[in-house]
């Protein structure tokens, strides 16, 4: 089926019913589960080798974890939401409406195939809209499972699986949506915006950037380095919110590479989907190989201190001073902070701006159901999971209810002298 074609299919069906919803994520959430072991043989299928223990709990769990949550609080995210009016007005009520917009495209990447399509999905069914989805082809497997438990769980009136080549990717972000969600790199992520474009489609937008590990001189160095690789191993690296870079303060290269051998971390349970891509990155540094992963130490303007790595590759990098280290940052998905007092916090969350700011650990934060996810500039816009997940896909509809009398009427035509020498008045003339 073509994208049109799916569109053109759920358009006219209209928005679905509260009830509806919290049924149909019932449903997703126990096909999921039902699905796990098809998940895992489809996933290491298109991977070469994927861990399980990262398609259990990043693409299965989830998942379905999502859809529990969004059940659980669907109702109260529905409600109209009562607003204060200014007195002048009164008596007269308003209220926020949260409306279905319509039709909701997904383009879905390959690193989490089966999560990163579903997880908007979530957000987009709880809101009361129907779904398009157009998995990566780069995980064909999964692609097809995506549409065996769309079709299970959802039903074609409600969601349709798009399958394809890049040319079918292009059409899709060329279709009148009334809403388009990409999660990818940033290059892509300019043309799918620009497609959209055409016909002001509102979008969403995932693209990674480079997220910094700051280790502070009051860092546990050794802690650190753990908590750091442990982050960057999940799924060989290939993570949009995985650890990019190190910039150390107050500690050298040479003590975090000894941490990092200490740590025992390095081996990897899934495979590099594009490992000359990673090699032709890393061309010009040092590396310092713990098993899977590596460490690496570049000069400056290097390739691998400009591009995301998006791979089992750890940049690392001195740093002087706090300042020097927040002025290096450019808008990432995620800053993470180890050792930081909360002075040095105060900083950097002053000094920077990111979709997340986390201290003590990496990735994690991703997996909280009632925190916005999304970037900032190149590393994305918009937002998605929980409420923050049902309010994008959602028409805000200003509800207003005027009574027969207020003092703003007397602003009204026609317009009388004293109401102009009120007006003066208002405004300190």
Excluded at 49 to 54: A, F, N, Q
Excluded at 92 to 108: D, F, L, N, Y
Excluded at 354 to 359: K, M, Q
Excluded at 381 to 399: I, V
Aim: proline share 6%.
């Amino acid at each position: 089926m073509s994208p049109a074609a799916a569109l053109t299919a759920l358009r006219p069906l209209g928005p679905l019913p509260l009830e509806q919803r919290r049924s149909l994520l019932a449903s997703l959430r126990a096909e999921m589960l039902r699905r796990a072991g098809d998940a895992l043989a489809a996933a290491n299928a298109d991977f070469g080798r994927r861990s399980e223990m990262d398609t259990l709990l990043a693409d299965v769990l989830l998942v379905a974890d999502a859809c529990a949550h969004a059940r659980r609080h669907l109702r109260r995210w529905a409600r109209p939401r009562r607003q204060a009016t200014p007195y002048p007005f009164w008596p007269v009520s308003a209220a926020i409406e949260p409306q279905p917009k319509g039709v909701i495209g997904i383009m879905a990447p390959w690193n989490y195939p089966i999560q990163l399509a579903l997880m908007p999905l979530v957000d987009a069914i709880a809101a009361g809209n129907r779904v398009v989805v157009k998995p990566s082809e780069t995980a064909p497997r999964c692609a097809v499972l995506i549409g065996e438990i769309l079709a299970a769980a959802l039903g074609d009136a409600v969601a349709r699986c798009v399958l394809g080549d890049v040319a079918v990717s292009q059409d899709f972000a060329a279709q009148p949506w009334d809403h388009l969600v990409f999660t990818g790199g940033t290059a892509t992520g300019r043309k799918v915006m620009q497609a959209a474009a055409a016909n002001l489609t509102p979008v969403t937008l995932e693209l990674g950037g480079k997220c910094p590990a700051i280790v502070l001189p009051g860092a546990d160095i050794f802690r650190a380095a753990r908590d750091i690789l442990s982050a960057k191993a999940i799924n060989a690296g290939q993570t949009c919110v995985a650890p990019d870079t190190v910039f150390l303060l107050g500690h050298s290269i040479a003590d975090f590479i000894a941490a990092a051998r200490a740590s025992g971390i390095g081996a990897l349970e899934t495979d590099t989907i594009n490992p000359a891509r990673l090699a032709a990155l890393c061309e010009g540094a040092a590396l310092t190989t713990l098993g899977g992963l590596s460490l690496a130490t570049a000069p400056a303007g290097h390739a691998l201190h400009r591009e995301e790595v998006f791979g089992p590759v750890l940049a690392l990098r001195e740093w002087p001073d706090l300042a020097s280290a927040i002025a290096a940052i450019d808008r990432p998905l995620a800053i993470y902070l180890f050792g930081a007092t909360a002075a040095e916090e105060a900083a950097v969350a002053a000094g920077t701006s990111s979709g997340a700011l986390v201290c003590g650990r990496a990735v994690d934060y991703a997996a909280f159901h009632a925190l916005p996810f999304g970037g900032v500039g190149a590393s994305g816009f918009g937002r998605r999971n929980g409420l923050a997940g049902f309010d994008e896909f959602s028409n805000l509809r200003a509800r207003v209810r005027h009574g027969r009398f207020s003092l703003s009427r007397m602003f009204d035509f026609p317009r009388s002298a004293a109401a102009l020498k009120m007006a003066r008045r208002l405004v300190g003339l």
